[in-house]
């Protein structure tokens, strides 16, 4: 007998593989419906995770050409060093230092820049208006030299005038000067060359009259991303802004041909030179005038290239904008886990309504293997159509949120936006990847399908072990817990501090997903009592449905659960900040009246001329006012051991009667010992950490490279209103003399009028828009606006993950239509209405969402529970669980389950009864 050809038996395989895989399409396209929401839920993932790769990437690179055209031909920069702090607290420069550059051989042009911060335009009243601040929405204010240096430039006139010197402002103060105004402001807000408008400055509110409108950046287009800007002439400038007789920096040009490292080693011995013959000059004026300037003398300067100065811009920027991409990602990542879910349950479903499909092909002589892969080959296919998808929706949501932020004040992001191969392939890796690894379970066993089964109407896949599933999710549920309770109990730092919670985080959900079958049972026959009881026989089989089948429950009930948790987590979260915010400020204040500015800006502060009037109402009024206090506070201000450390400052001698800080040791007032010239307030934490206590000597580092000792005059308990670093006003002075007054506080005359105290003090304030005055009680309640518009914003952005969850009750209850179509056929046969059979579906998908929703805000309270008892006492003292808000979410939750059942439901009632029995 003839042996078969090894060629032939080839091709019989070849053609095997040809007929799975015009199977597999042809099953998709027969199925579609079924896989429609499914295709949703990763098209939505996916959408989602490809909008933070196309904002960010698109932001990144406005704020990198943004970094290049600022810095223009400018060659060097000559500044002082600021080590690892903040760039706005980096120390001026001496005006001298112009000529110095200037001379130096192979210069060919210096520029010397100014860019102060709290530069605030006024708009004028108009109508029953008030006059009003240019709102900042975040973004700088900033005042700064209008100069027109070929190549060195970065303000471009598109309309009127440069601003001329017209006189002093110290010695007119009815003068009128000029300046110029950014594009953006003066279109947004109607601002006209001609006018004469108000400004608050550094040095208080004058007036000024419009002589030209700018363009930041770029000649032909506005690149100052939501700032504001005003421009003036050098020596109003320097008055105006509080720079006289200094630069932040000097920009500088090289002749063409001249070597730039050649120069720029020039240029930094001369500036030693300088500095030694400052510092010679220094020693022989008086001590007063020494201990005030010695901060500047002693400052290092530096000359750094273009090339260094634009990598700093970047970097600058590229910390804001991976917060953007860090929060828009997160929450990506978050709707691709729960569509994960709906993946995986979906295929679990549909190929339990097809075994005897699959089992005939078996007959037909299809291997176990590739049944297996034809059903992987269905995944590979539906997640790149909803990639694709994904991607197209990603792109014109990124547009969408393009639009958000220019109409909120965030700046022109023109141009295209850009699509990076690393977004098409994080966007295929996951969409496709997550539902090809959804199938990997099913498709496994369906390999157990056996030809046989084609010919019994019972036939299911077989589910894994129970056991075996109990075992796993136990493990894992008291793994994540034990993280967890490290994270709560034991001191780490940051790093390993998140990595314990959101690993025991993780851990813990898992494993509560891998035994949720068990208590999905017992749960949902409790949850459809009170169903059976008012909705009779229609309530009594919704709850049979939910319980018949534990593991779909748990399945289709997990999407849910993980929004839910999130929710719940940020609730609890928020609740307790806002109880510590309420109790620091019921405790920790004895002040009577705040006022401070609206801004977000690290930067923002309050004009010394509304200071100093704010001051001398203590002198003026006494009955009604007895003492005020000016807060500073320096983001990245000084350095203890070269780690930059947040400094707030405050008059010492004051503090007791304006805050309550807990002192456990000491005395507030300023009373250095040791040696010290100043006295330090610090926290216990950071007093422990460094092993230090009353009387104890701290060197702290400030911008320039000054390094001074302070004493440690007391040790304090409550960093919540200053922090917990605090050090005199007269340091700060002398070492930040950049940074401005953030707030003040006014303590009442003992038996003063409130009410007249406090018009006292809007008679103050009025002439400054940017000032808000309220007392401890509208203070508590911004606040708490605030925070709870922080979890408006979260839960909108969890929105969509719930909203996915929502797609999978509707996918789980669509499903279940088609597999239970002869079991609803006979129901309506025996006598239940279109309106009953309507009522069960809706009814069990309510149980499905509550259990879902019972499950996720037990874990999002464990989890909240976990955040707050792991964060600093300086974010959240108390805990506060919202018992009613979490009930609302339940009531939500179950909400859902109704708008999930709508469609299965109408289409389970319009069956038709004969075709519904008849079907197999």
């Not at 006209?192 to 002589?211: K, Q």
């Not at 011995?269 to 020494?290: G, I, N, R």
Request: aromatic share 6%; hydrophobic share 45%.
């Amino acid at each position: 007998m003839p042996m078969p050809s090894s060629t032939g038996s080839e091709n019989s395989a070849a053609d095997r593989e040809t007929s799975m895989f015009h199977l597999t399409l042809r099953n998709i396209a027969r199925r579609k419906l079924r896989y429609a929401l499914t295709t949703l839920a990763v098209v939505l993932g996916v959408a989602f995770l490809s909008t933070s790769f196309f904002l960010t990437d698109k932001i990144r690179d406005t704020f990198d050409e943004l970094a290049t055209d600022i810095t223009g031909d400018i060659d060097l920069v000559v500044r002082t060093t600021i080590g690892r702090g903040e760039d706005f607290n980096r120390l001026p420069i001496p005006e001298e230092l112009e000529s110095i550059v200037a001379g130096v051989p192979g210069v060919a042009g210096v520029d010397p820049r100014i860019m102060m911060w709290n530069v605030i335009p006024i708009i004028p009243a108009e109508g029953d208006e008030k006059a009003r601040a240019v709102p900042s929405r975040a973004a700088p204010q900033f005042g700064m030299i209008y100069s027109e240096v070929p190549g060195l430039r970065n303000l471009f006139l598109i309309e009127g005038r440069a601003p001329e010197r017209v006189g002093s402002l110290h010695e007119d103060p009815e003068l009128i000067a000029e300046f110029v105004m950014d594009a953006r402001t003066a279109k947004d807000h109607r601002f006209g060359v001609g006018e004469t408008y108000r400004i608050s400055g550094p040095t208080g509110l004058r007036d000024f009259l419009l002589v030209g409108i700018v363009n930041f950046g770029d000649p032909d287009e506005d690149k100052g991303i939501g700032a504001n800007i005003s421009g003036f002439d050098r020596l109003t400038a320097q008055e105006f802004l509080d720079m006289e007789g200094r630069f932040d920096q000097i920009d500088i040009a090289i002749e063409p041909g001249a070597d730039r490292e050649v120069v720029r080693t020039a240029i930094q011995t001369e500036l030693d030179a300088a500095k030694a013959a400052f510092l010679v000059e220094l020693s022989t004026m008086p001590d007063e005038f020494q201990i005030l300037l010695i901060p500047y003398l002693e400052a290092e300067l530096e000359v750094i290239t273009s090339d260094q100065q634009i990598e700093e811009s970047r970097t600058d920027f590229d910390l804001f904008i991976s917060i953007i991409s860090a929060v828009l990602l997160a929450f990506a990542i978050i709707a691709v886990v729960v569509s994960t879910f709906i993946i995986n349950n979906t295929f679990s479903i549909v190929l339990g309504q097809r075994v005897r499909e699959l089992a005939l092909l078996r007959v037909l002589g299809a291997t176990g293997r590739q049944v297996s892969r034809s059903i992987r080959l269905e995944g590979f296919v539906i997640g790149s159509v909803a990639t694709a998808l994904g991607l197209v929706g990603g792109y014109l949501l990124a547009l969408l949120l393009r639009l958000v932020l220019v109409s909120t004040g965030f700046g022109e992001l023109p141009g295209s936006i850009p699509i990076r191969p690393r977004t098409l392939i994080v966007a295929a890796v996951v969409g496709i990847g997550t539902t090809v690894a959804s199938t990997i379970g099913p498709s496994r066993r369906v390999r157990s399908i056996s030809p046989v089964a084609s010919l019994r109407d019972d036939v299911r896949l077989t589910p894994t072990g129970m056991r075996r599933r109990l075992q796993a999710g136990g493990f894992v549920a008291l793994v994540g817990i034990a993280l967890l309770a490290i994270g709560m109990t034991v001191d780490l730092d940051t790093r390993p501090l998140l990595s314990s919670l959101g690993l025991g985080a993780l851990g813990t959900f898992f494993g509560v997903y891998l035994l949720s079958p068990v208590i999905a049972r017992p749960v949902a026959d409790l949850l459809g009592r009170p169903i059976r009881r008012l909705f009779g026989t229609p309530g009594r089989l919704a709850g049979e449905n939910a319980r018949r089948s534990p593991r779909r429950t748990a399945a289709t009930a997990a999407a849910l659960t993980v929004g839910l948790a999130l929710v719940s987590m940020a609730a609890v979260v928020s609740d307790s900040m806002k109880a510590t915010i309420v109790q620091a400020l019921e405790d920790g204040i004895e002040a009577d009246l705040f006022v401070f500015t609206a801004s977000f800006n690290p930067a923002g502060g309050l004009p010394d001329e509304l200071s100093e009037g704010l001051v001398g109402l203590a002198d003026e009024r006494p009955d009604l006012v007895a003492s005020t206090a000016i807060y500073r506070f320096a983001l990245g201000g000084m350095t203890i051991d070269a780690d930059p450390k947040d400094v707030g400052g405050v008059d010492l001698d004051l503090v007791d009667s304006h805050m309550k800080l807990g002192i456990v040791d000491g005395e507030s007032a300023n009373l250095p010992t040791g040696g010290a010239a100043f006295s330090l307030l610090l926290h216990v934490d950071p007093a422990t950490d460094l092993g230090v206590g009353v009387g104890s000597l701290v060197d702290i580092g400030f911008p320039g490279g000054h390094e001074e000792t302070f004493s440690v005059g007391a040790v304090f308990d409550d960093s919540t209103m200053m922090g917990n670093w605090v050090i005199d006003n007269d340091a700060f002075d002398r070492f930040l003399p950049r940074a401005p007054d953030n707030s003040i506080s006014l303590a009442y005359a003992t038996g003063a009028d409130p009410d007249t105290a406090r018009n006292l003090v809007h008679a103050v304030t009025d002439d400054y828009p940017q000032a808000n005055v309220m007392n401890g009680n509208e203070l508590r309640e911004q606040m708490e606006g605030r925070l709870d518009q922080l979890l408006s914003i979260i839960t909108v952005f969890l929105g969509l993950s719930l909203f996915i969850a929502v797609l999978g009750i509707t996918n789980t209850l669509a499903l279940s239509v088609y597999e239970r179509t002869r079991e609803l056929g006979l129901l309506r046969a025996i006598g239940m209405t279109r309106r009953q059979m309507r009522r069960m579906m809706r009814w069990e998908a309510v149980i499905i969402a509550l259990f879902g929703g019972l499950l996720g805000v037990a874990m999002g309270v464990l989890f909240g529970l976990a955040a707050t008892a792991a964060l600093p006492e300086t974010f959240i003292d108390v805990t506060s669980v919202p018992v009613l808000k979490l009930a609302l979410y339940l009531c939500v939750a179950g909400l859902f389950g109704v708008v999930a059942a709508i469609f299965p439901a109408r289409r389970a009632a319009r069956l038709d009864i004969l075709k519904a029995i008849s079907y197999e």
